[in-house]
């Protein structure tokens, strides 16, 4: 009989709300090792709403949380929305719906469809950051970054999204392109605030290692940090008379050793010093190209394949170390955003200036021999070579033949060499290897004042401000007296007025620079006009903190109780997708520790323990040429060929990212009409596991629905009330107990290791067994059903209350297990030849000692050892050995 899930599950989750089953306080009678922080990824909630793959992270912890709870800890387990964002505001721009309108009714609908599925989240503390109540705090959090001076303003070359009309993060494109429209990315020169996310780089980065983190995210944040150490090195301009002047141009290498070797030097387009470098011949062609490179996106513009373009500014600098004069070009594979924005091109060891050299005709020198190199001076023999370049190079004559008879090592080749080895060409650093000069080019540069040593980031400092209306409104004033002052903490928060149109200006102004009854305002510092900031905050701002406010959601004094605070934090365990591996991790971390620095917050990190779970993907149809096409336009012709309808190509089944343009999402709601919430939990936990990607295949999910209706006709059998601690006679009772603590054993490993789908294949294997029974014993079936509770809760509440308990399940004791009924029966038999261990096998207790004996006699290790020789005795000892005199 088939479980009746729509009746149970609508009566537990009436039962939850309710009774606020999951509703947790700060217990402190519950030590901090008893605690646990479990937390969700919370959603942007779409008007899509759920799709499948959303619950995978959700419903892992949920299950996660509801064997703690029985294990006897006090876990936090909330949820919210992360509401501001530009879907919204999109949609309020083609319709003129308010965006606040739009959020809400998603919300609405997000959580109508997380409750449908059961999980036990804590709702009373549910945030959405589109409140005033929440971004309040937001705004709080960005005061205390711009107090201590990690917020300023700059007029600054961005990425510019020419459809959304808004500044980007380098993080928000992907393959020079804008994450959430697709538009190609351009830049554009505009106001923005920035966040210092720089200044915590190394601690960002060195914190890692603390982390219970997947090493790949792990890497792709020290990736994306990309700490190097260099020099900082300045090159005077030269004047007309190649003179060096006191005006400077400076450039950051990682390799100073190569100083020698710079040729020619290369700004960015949108370098500071471009106008005043440019001479007044080259005026018209530099504009033109600073022009033409402002519409292309960085990854366009660092493409090692593609074609070298620059113009030369007309100026040249000097070479701070033996006063050579070099060309100052301007080329995009420069970029404004690494560094200085200026380099020293050393066109023999670095393939894009070997290229331009190339292209533009530019002097090549090599500075650089590879130790194989230096070895052929000496025929092959590296020291003896090393010596031959160190003696030379004290005589400049003696070094000049040298070179002159050895130009396969001193001259450059047909293309660019590796860039390690000795350094040859470079007056007294010639000889060194490439470290040594590395470290004594730097200390001569300070020696000199005109160097210093330097750590840069890959990392920039976070673009933070946007153009757009449905964000937080930045709590600065503007006033022409006192330059920029904050709004008052007391008058936080600074709300968002409503508007009449939310259209972009696309001038870099925000839809709210148009409201003056909003814009103007008096100066919180001396009372006199002023004027609002009228950019918003990013929609990653709300998402920064949102784990805090969980902990205190109701506070209005603050934006968390810092007794509440060091009761949770950090959270314990944090689940999510791989995608925010750069974005909101390191943002959240960035947040975490400034607010640890001010004293608000107690742990450095914010997030211990990191899963990400794998994607649940969908089958799809490729053609030949490798596009895929939409489910409705394919036709399985015969069992496992598929064509496409409208020209008959044969087709090739594959998975792909669920989308709406494939037509292969598959809705949750239809899924839990169809099948019940318990069995859409558990086929997402059983497809794999948690950490994989894996396609959906809903005949899967049928096999789950057809479990759980053989475990709610188990459920019906007569339950005895027998000691099953105690001596049990019937052997298929014995065998019963063994299978059901091997049970407990496995469930509760598995799922404390977040194992989950190997969890219910044990629940699948013990179920069989208690199918061939008429009765068992209540304690066996008690402790199965507090098991299979957390992973499908509706039928195991109302399995527990056909038991006879009148109480949730929830906080009930997780079953144990006696190890002397998970031991393996099988026997280890030790095989012995004149004394000494040669192997070793498994059998059933109690085989009889012609079958041990033949069993040995048949090991090839045994063979080994008797081959050739004879077996005068063998010993024979029951479950225990085989021993073999041989001579």
Not at 114 to 125: N, P, V
Not at 857 to 882: H, M, N, Y
């Amino acid at each position: 009989m088939s479980y009746p899930f729509k009746t149970i599950e609508s009566k537990w989750q009436s039962y939850w709300d309710e009774h606020k089953t999951f509703k947790v306080t700060e217990d402190p009678s519950f030590p901090k090792d008893r605690r646990r922080y479990v937390l969700d990824m919370f959603p942007y909630p779409s008007a899509a709403g759920l799709h499948v793959g959303h619950p995978e992270g959700y419903t892992a912890t949920d299950i996660y949380c509801r064997y703690l709870r029985m294990k006897g800890y006090n876990v936090l387990h909330p949820m919210g929305y992360d509401a501001f964002g530009l879907p919204a505001e999109n949609y309020a721009i083609k319709t003129g719906t308010h965006p606040r309108t739009t959020t809400m009714a998603n919300i609405e609908h997000f959580t109508q469809q997380i409750k449908a599925l059961g999980f036990s989240y804590d709702w009373d503390r549910c945030i959405t950051t589109c409140t005033p109540e929440y971004y309040k705090w937001t705004q709080w959090i960005f005061l205390q970054l711009y107090k201590k001076g990690l917020a300023y303003e700059a007029k600054t070359p961005i990425n510019w999204c020419p459809s959304c009309k808004t500044g980007l993060a380098n993080e928000e494109v992907k393959e020079g392109r804008c994450e959430r429209c697709g538009a190609t990315v351009t830049h554009k020169t505009i106001r923005q605030w920035i966040l210092k996310i720089t200044a915590y780089g190394d601690s960002l980065l060195n914190d890692l290692d603390s982390l219970d983190w997947p090493e790949s995210v792990k890497l792709m944040q020290r990736n994306w940090i990309g700490r190097s150490t260099g020099g900082e090195v300045q090159f005077p301009i030269a004047d007309k008379d190649g003179k060096p002047t006191d005006k400077k141009l400076t450039v950051y290498t990682t390799r100073p050793d190569t100083l020698y070797g710079a040729t020619y030097m290369v700004i960015s387009p949108e370098h500071a010093m471009v106008p005043e470098l440019t001479t007044p011949e080259q005026k018209d062609a530099v504009q033109a190209y600073v022009e033409a490179a402002a519409k292309k996106s960085d990854l366009e513009r660092t493409d090692l394949a593609k074609d070298k373009t620059g113009v030369f500014t007309g100026s040249y600098a000097v070479d701070p170390v033996n006063g050579r004069t070099i060309p100052i070009w301007i080329s995009d594979y420069v970029l404004i955003s690494y560094g200085t924005g200026a380099i020293m091109a050393v066109p023999a060891h670095d393939e894009r200036d070997w290229d331009f050299a190339k292209k533009f005709d530019l002097p090549i020198i090599k500075v650089v021999a590879s130790k194989k190199e230096i070895a052929s001076l000496a025929d092959g023999d590296e020291k003896k070579g090393l010596e031959l370049l160190k003696k030379a190079a004290q005589n400049p004559e003696e070094y000049k033949k040298l070179a002159e008879s050895r130009k396969d090592v001193f001259a450059v080749a047909d293309s660019c060499t590796p860039a390690d080895g000795y350094t040859i060409n470079s007056d007294s650093f010639t000889g060194m290897d490439t470290r040594k000069t590395i470290e004594s080019m730097i200390t001569s540069l300070e020696e000199k004042g005109i160097g210093k040593k330097a750590v840069k980031y890959k990392l920039r400092d976070w673009i933070f401000s946007r153009q757009r209306y449905w964000g937080e409104p930045i709590p600065l004033v503007h006033c022409p007296t006192c330059g920029t002052v904050p709004v008052p903490e007391d008058q936080l928060p600074l709300e968002l007025p409503d508007v009449k149109t939310y259209q972009p200006t696309g001038t870099g102004e925000s839809p709210l620079a148009g409201i003056d009854s909003w814009v103007n305002c008096t100066c919180p510092k001396c009372g006199g006009k002023a004027k609002r900031e009228t950019n918003t905050m990013p929609q990653w701002a709300g998402s920064c903190w949102y784990y805090l406010r969980y902990i205190d959601p109701k506070n209005t004094e603050a934006f968390c109780d810092k007794a509440k605070e060091e009761y949770w934090m950090p959270v314990n365990l944090y689940v999510g997708g791989a995608e925010h591996a750069v974005l909101h991790l390191l943002y959240s971390r960035f947040w975490h520790k400034v607010l640890y620095d001010v004293g608000v917050v107690s742990t450095k990190e914010p997030f211990h323990r990191l899963i990400n779970q794998g994607m649940i993907t969908s089958f799809a149809y490729q053609r030949a040429n490798k596009t895929l096409v939409p489910i409705d336009e394919v036709e399985e012709k015969t069992p496992g060929v598929y064509i496409e309808k409208a020209t008959g190509e044969e087709l090739t089944q594959v998975t792909a990212k669920m989308s709406k343009s494939l037509k292969n999402v598959v809705n949750p709601d239809e899924m839990i009409s169809q099948y019940g919430a318990d069995s859409v939990r558990m086929y997402e936990m059983f497809m794999g596991p948690l950490t994989m990607s894996k396609p959906w295949n809903t005949q899967g999910l049928i096999g789950i629905s057809r479990f759980l209706d053989k475990v709610w006709a188990v459920s019906d059998k007569k339950f005895d009330d027998i000691d099953i601690t105690g001596k049990l006679t019937d052997p298929k009772l014995v065998a019963l107990r063994k299978l059901y603590a091997q049970t407990v054993k496995k469930i509760t490993d598995d799922t404390d290791t977040l194992n989950f789908n190997t969890a219910i294949s044990q629940m699948m294997i013990f179920i069989n067994e208690c199918s061939k029974f008429d009765s068992i014993p209540r304690a066996m079936w008690e402790g199965f059903v507090k098991m299979i509770a957390c992973y499908a809760p509706h039928i195991g509440e109302e399995m527990w209350q056909k038991l006879g308990h009148d109480t949730t399940i929830t906080y009930e004791q997780w079953p144990e297990f006696s190890g002397d009924y998970t031991a393996s029966d099988d026997k280890t038999i030790v095989v012995m030849i004149n004394g000494k261990l040669r192997d070793k096998f498994t059998v059933a207790p109690g085989t009889s000692q012609d079958e041990l004996k033949e069993k040995a006699l048949s090991s090839e290790a045994v063979k080994r050892f008797i081959e050739g020789k004879q077996i005068v005795k063998t010993v024979v000892v029951p479950d225990k050995l085989v021993n073999l005199v041989v001579k």
